[in-house]
């Protein structure tokens, strides 16, 4: 368990033998995080992520398992897959930099139980550390680990101090990540940081696309041969992959860089005629 201010975050690491099934064979390892807030975390409470999880989740998790994946060696790791789970207990801002840090902490704890069994003992797989922390402009000035209110100052760009007065008529103070709106037709909710404007940001429009692109790609990588699956998952980096050139993938698959360039063309076309019959546009697909 870590704690930063009020914002807590449960963090354990569990070992399984067996790594996905892309990686099959490989001899090499992998790490992946997942994340979730519980509902007691955020007031008011936050509804369960059951069968959909959340665009932002979705995000923190890659973000956790990247961050993990840059100071590891895979192939000293072994085939062996060791997922991370950050669970928020308390959320006071700063959830996703602070679950970052206590994941290594997790992973570390996680490396030393199977050290004994790993292809070579003396090859220690973490070549490195990690951490985050967040960070924002308060009143003018660059400040570290924001709690609640100087989040809520920075994401708007106003004064902590007027920010505070504004809070004190809540009936409760909250976090940017607690949900403001409720949607019970799926059990989804937005939070606060949504319902502030960001210039650089996608209109609703798009991020509606984009969620749904997303959505039939996966349904239709599903229908895809396991070559054409491997191929575009690799290329494109997709399912939590890391992007492959064409001379890896060959190399990889025992194929040649013009082989798995047809049958990334070939894959590819499924995949638009599949989005194109459920009436995503062509300039939304790749």
């Known amino acids: ?132 922390v967040s960070v924002g402009i308060v009143d003018g000035k660059p400040v570290c680990d924001l709690d609640y209110r100087e989040d809520v100052a920075a994401a708007v760009g106003r004064p902590v101090q007027e920010v505070a007065e504004l809070l004190r008529f809540a009936e409760q103070p909250t976090s940017l990540d607690a949900p403001i709106e409720r949607h019970p037709a799926d059990g989804s909710s937005e939070s606060l940081l949504d319902s502030v404007a960001d210039d650089g940001s996608s209109d609703p429009m798009s991020l509606t696309l984009s969620n749904e692109v997303e959505r039939l790609l996966e349904h239709g990588l599903d229908e895809l041969n396991e070559r054409e699956r491997e191929v575009l998952a690799g290329r494109y980096g997709l399912r939590d992959r890391e992007p492959e050139t064409l001379e890896v993938l060959a190399e990889r698959l025992g194929l040649t860089r013009e082989r798995i360039r047809q049958i990334q063309q070939e894959a590819l076309i499924k995949l638009k005629r599949r989005m194109l019959r459920h009436g995503i546009d062509r300039d939304s697909v790749f």
């Open 1 to 132: 368990m870590i704690q930063a201010g009020r914002t807590t975050v449960l963090c354990t690491a569990s070992v399984d033998k067996k790594v996905p099934p892309w990686m099959a064979g490989e001899g090499r390892g992998w790490v992946t995080g997942e994340y979730s807030m519980l509902p007691g975390s955020t007031s008011p409470r936050k509804a369960r992520e059951r069968n959909k999880v959340d665009g932002r989740t979705t995000e923190i998790q890659r973000l956790i398992g990247r961050a993990l994946r840059a100071v590891v060696d895979l192939d000293a790791l072994g085939e062996r897959l060791i997922t991370v789970d950050c669970d928020v207990l308390e959320a006071d801002g700063g959830t996703r930099t602070l679950s970052i840090t206590g994941a290594l902490i997790a992973l570390v704890d996680a490396v030393q139980s199977v050290k004994p069994l790993l292809p070579d003992p003396k090859r220690y797989p973490l070549r490195d550390s990690v951490a985050a």
